[in-house]
C-alpha cells in the first residue's frame, strides 16, 4: 500500500536533537492527521490539517511542531523531546473531515527518544 | 471516550466466516460507524463503514442493527492476514467534534488459528 507513505520508518534521538518525520500522500486528499500510539494504549490523535489549515491541536506539548505547506505533505518537527515521547507516530489522509470520509493510514515511524 | 462496546478478544478457524460485534447504545441519526483494523506493526487499515444500511466491500460485510445500537463485521473467510485488532469507532460531531474525528479504543484481538 503506497497511498500514504511516512519516513523515516525508524528514528532515534537524543533529548536535546531537532528532527523531522515527512508524511506524504498519493490519494488527492485535503485533509491530514497526526496520531500517536504509545506501548498498550489507544492511538491517539495529535494534529488535523483540512486544505492544509490547523483545525485541531489535541492539546499536544509545543516540543512537537506540525507544519503543513501543502494538501500532500505534512511534517512533524521534534525537539526537546521526552523519553515518554517513545512511540509510534502515525500520519493518516481522508478526502474530508466529515464523518462518512475514511481514513488512510502511513506504515508509522518508529520513534526512540534516549 | 469511544462510546462503543467490544469484546477483548476472539479467536476464529482459517476459511471459517468471522462475526465482531460491536455495541454503541449511545450513538445518534448523524453517527457513522466505523471499522478499522491495525494488523502488528503496521498502521491501522480502513475496513467499512456505514450509516444505517448494511454495507459490503471487498474486504468485509457490516450488518448494522435496525435500531442502530449495535454493529456486526463480518469476514466471510478468515485467513491468517485477517489476525489483527479489530476497531469499532462512531464518527461524528457528539464524539469528534468539528473534525469529525476517529477516537480509537481497544478494540477486539482476532487470532486466527490454522
Known amino acids: 500500500e503506497t497511498g500514504v507513505t511516512q519516513t523515516p520508518r525508524h528514528l532515534v534521538m537524543g533529548m536535546t536533537n531537532k528532527k523531522s518525520l515527512k508524511c506524504e500522500q498519493h490519494?488527492?486528499?485535503?485533509?491530514m492527521y497526526w496520531y500517536k500510539q504509545s506501548a498498550k494504549k489507544p492511538l491517539e490523535l495529535m494534529f488535523v490539517?483540512?486544505?492544509?489549515?490547523?483545525?485541531e491541536n489535541n492539546s499536544v506539548p509545543s516540543r512537537f511542531s506540525p507544519e503543513c505547506p501543502n494538501s500532500s505533505h505534512l511534517f512533524l518537527h521534534l525537539h526537546t523531546l521526552q523519553p515518554e515521547d517513545s512511540a509510534l507516530y502515525l500520519c493518516a489522509s481522508s478526502q474530508g473531515v466529515g464523518a462518512s470520509y475514511e481514513q488512510y493510514f502511513g506504515p508509522g515511524t518508529r520513534l526512540t527518544v534516549t | 471516550d469511544a462510546k462503543t462496546t467490544q469484546p477483548n478478544s476472539m479467536e476464529s478457524n482459517e476459511e471459517e466466516p468471522v462475526h465482531l460485534p460491536c455495541n454503541h447504545s449511545t450513538i445518534s441519526g448523524t453517527d457513522y460507524i466505523h471499522w478499522y483494523r491495525q494488523l502488528p506493526s503496521q498502521g491501522p487499515e480502513y475496513v467499512i463503514h456505514g450509516l444505517t444500511s448494511n454495507v459490503n466491500n471487498r474486504m468485509a460485510s457490516l450488518a448494522i442493527a435496525e435500531d442502530r445500537k449495535s454493529s456486526t463485521l463480518i469476514l466471510h473467510r478468515a485467513t491468517l492476514r485477517d489476525a489483527a485488532v479489530y476497531y469499532c469507532i462512531l464518527r461524528g460531531l457528539n464524539y469528534g467534534g468539528a473534525t469529525n474525528k476517529l477516537i480509537f479504543g481497544t478494540g477486539t484481538l482476532l487470532a486466527v488459528q490454522p
Open positions: 490519494l488527492g486528499h485535503n485533509a
Open positions: 490539517y483540512n486544505f492544509k489549515e490547523q483545525t
